[in-house]
């Protein structure tokens, strides 16, 4: 078992649980909570990201659960789709808002949802986004939780998300213009932008969250084969430069949605493997 490194390394760095198939019903090996806690304590992590669906009304006392063991709960993800045709109610968004305040993170994740039903393009759905995280944003910042509005991947496009850029995402954030709403840069929606480093110099001071993985050269599923860091093409080093140069000073969160790959293997493994690629490539 490798210990934790108080002077750097993994220090910085944080589990998403999707990366242990967390994210969906019917992946991974079903750890409850409490064991993914223990594993990553012994590993020096700093911090976990989860998912809803695996918090339920516990969301309190598996906040206290992770501090007692050293740790921060680095963010939630993430709330309802906010657009299109499977956006969720104000009170279902609020909720997620609240399960965030009870856990005890700054940091709620926004994947928007699609473009709005009787609209064409994406500027109209990103006014109508505008319009309703402004509306959630007072409440969020009462309750000490900040949102993240995440760019994903333009093939999301349509059904998952009305923000394809990190420009994209700067363009409502300043139409909010509120201090608890800003962006997370994900390395697999991100990696393929030549104009990267601009736009992450934009968003100074705006960086909530950085998600990291690896683009597979041959990706055979948009959604579920992300690589583990190292395995891809993606320039991991620069992408982490750019967001520090745009001051984010939080943590390194791994997300690998991984269905044909780390889902299958047993959590321990996952967890070194990231570990070791979080200190070696990243
Ligand atoms: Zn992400």
């Keep these: ?15 998403n ?16 909570p409490e064991r993914i806690i223990d594993a990553c304590a012994e590993r020096g992590l700093a911090g976990i990201v989860f998912w809803r669906r695996e918090i339920g009304a516990r969301a309190y006392e598996i906040g206290e659960r992770v501090r007692a063991a050293g740790m921060q709960v680095a963010g939630l993800c ?25 856990l005890g993170t700054q940091v709620l994740t926004v ?52 923000l394809m850029s990190v420009n994209d995402a700067l363009r409502v954030c300043d139409w909010i213009d509120a201090p608890n709403v800003g962006i997370a840069v994900d390395v697999y929606h ?43 093409v993606a320039d991991l080093k620069a992408i982490r430069h750019a967001v520090e140069k745009a001051d984010f000073r939080g943590m390194c969160e791994v997300e690998v949605f991984s269905a044909r790959d780390w889902w299958r293997r047993e959590p321990e493994e996952v967890l070194d493997t990231m570990i070791e690629r979080f200190e070696t490539v990243c």
Excluded at 1 to 15: E, V
Excluded at 17 to 32: E, S
């Design 190 to 232: 991100v990696w393929w932008d030549t104009g990267l480093d601009d736009a992450c110099a934009a968003a100074k001071g705006r960086v909530l969250g950085y998600h990291i993985c690896d683009w597979l050269e041959n990706t055979a599923d948009m959604l579920l084969d992300r690589g583990m860091m190292g395995d891809g």
């Design 1 to 15: 078992m490798a210990l934790s490194d108080p002077s750097g390394g993994r220090s910085g760095l944080a589990l």
């Design 111 to 162: 994947v928007t949802g699609g473009t709005e039903p009787g609209t064409k393009g994406v500027i109209e759905s990103q006014r109508i986004l505008a319009d309703r995280v402004g509306r959630i944003a007072d409440y969020a910042s009462g309750l000490g939780v900040s949102l993240a509005l995440e760019p994903l991947n333009p093939m999301f496009g349509g059904n998952r998300t009305v």
């Design 78 to 102: 993430r709330t309802p789709f906010i657009t299109g045709q499977e956006a969720g109610t104000d009170g279902e968004i609020k909720a997620s808002v609240e399960m965030a305040a009870a």
């Design 17 to 32: 649980t999707a990366t242990l198939g967390h994210n969906l019903d019917g992946y991974g090996a079903g750890w409850p």
